[in-house]
């Protein structure tokens, strides 16, 4: 028999780290090659871990909701030495790592401290002397938030002694956060306003058996192949505006892991039947946490379905590297003038963020009132079906 230890492999797409979101072995479980050991959920997707061996697990390292990263050890085996002479890429690189010992601890300035191999490599990273630090972990372990806090100056309260409760920022939590704070600060956002009668667009919708989504969504997409300037995005640094020969919407969708964006490629291609069963494929993927890494890139302009939990209106955030995104307000009885008379009509308020480095006003009201003028159209409407 041999042991080998198997780390995180590189998950691609330029991730550097996954949280465990559920052990699927334990110690002392014999697997097969390729069987999955773990599921991680990272900043774009959650995805299960294969084991490269055939043997017997002797530990896992990693608790739930914890962040491991790249090269961080996850398990180790007892293999036969058969299998250990073929691992997998990813394990061969990972075998040149120091064993661990079995429940994360490890010595660090004199004193033995319980601590996994993530939260060590933290501590090590932030320069944090574990063995100063008391655990408010299970058992005294030390967690990677008393690491944080200790980094800062404050020290780790056991969680008696609190007066709050702590919820771990997740990965994904994390990464919306960055993003959407680099694009705030970055891009200059203006939104603009219109008020839809929506009347045309529900007809069309009874008619071809759609939600009033895929019937918005290819609304903007056609709207962009007359300002395309709607679906381009900036690059300063190498004095460029990038204008896309294709059109690929990001939908905002809302999940229990928060908010995540699939991607509907080749809208242009579409017609509205096709494309109402691409969003609901995508929606219930996102829901799942089943999006693939394709899934998730490459848009050219994103839209925001507030109206979904009764919201008249919004003013999103630029997805990045995106120059628009347009909001869908809920759709409901307003009173509105038609034909010069006052009348009870179902209606919405769409807005249009935009980078004001692309575009100025003038640019984006023109076309919004193409966009609303597509979409009182049930003719036009009707057309791409």
């Not at 052990?23 to 299960?48: F, I, R, S, Y």
């Not at 010595?107 to 501590?123: C, F, N």
């Not at 905002?252 to 991607?263: Q, R, S």
């Not at 302009?301 to 939990?309: A, E, K, L, R, W």
């Amino acid at each position: 028999m041999a042991e080998r230890t198997f780390a995180m492999p590189d998950l691609g797409e330029g991730l550097e780290e996954g949280e465990i979101v559920a052990w699927l072995v334990a110690a002392g479980d014999t697997v097969e090659l390729n069987q999955p050991l773990v599921e991680v959920e990272t900043a774009k997707a959650t995805v299960e871990i294969p084991s490269p061996f055939a043997g017997v697990v002797t530990a896992v390292f990693g608790e739930l909701g914890e962040t491991v990263p790249v090269g961080g050890v996850l398990v180790t085996f007892e293999v036969a030495s058969a299998s250990a002479s073929v691992p997998s890429a990813s394990a061969s690189a990972s075998a040149t790592q120091a064993h661990p010992s079995p429940g994360g601890v490890h010595a660090e300035g004199g004193a033995s401290v319980a601590a996994t191999p993530a939260v060590r490599k933290l501590a090590k990273t932030l320069g944090v002397d574990l063995g100063d630090l008391t655990g408010s972990g299970p058992g005294g372990r030390v967690t990677a938030e008393d690491v944080r806090t200790a980094s800062t100056g404050g020290s780790a309260l056991p969680a008696a002694a609190r007066d709050f409760d702590v919820q771990r920022i997740s990965i994904a939590r994390r990464t919306i956060a960055e993003r959407l704070t680099a694009v705030v600060r970055e891009v200059p956002h203006v939104t603009t306003f219109r008020t839809v009668d929506c009347s045309a667009l529900l007809e069309v919708r009874e008619t071809l058996g759609v939600s009033p989504l895929p019937l918005f969504v290819k609304a903007v997409a056609e709207t962009c192949r007359a300002h395309a300037v709607l679906h381009s995005s900036w690059h300063g640094e190498s004095g460029e505006i990038h204008v896309p020969r294709a059109c690929h919407v990001g939908i905002a969708a809302d999940t229990d892991k928060g908010l995540t964006v699939p991607v509907v490629h080749g809208v242009w291609e579409l017609a509205v039947p096709e494309l109402h069963a691409e969003i609901r494929r995508l929606a219930e993927a996102a829901r799942a946490g089943s999006l693939t890494p394709e899934e998730l890139t490459g848009g050219t302009i994103s839209v925001s379905n507030t109206g979904s939990y009764g919201s008249e209106a919004g003013t999103p955030i630029i997805n990045p590297g995106q120059g628009v995104v347009i909001a869908l307000g809920v759709i409901a009885p307003r009173a509105l003038v038609v034909d010069g008379e006052l009348a009870a009509r179902p209606a919405c308020t769409l807005s249009l963020s935009f980078d004001h480095r692309l575009m100025d006003g003038a640019t984006a009201g023109r076309a919004l009132t193409d966009l609303v003028a597509l979409l009182q159209d049930p003719e036009r409407l009707g057309s791409f079906a």
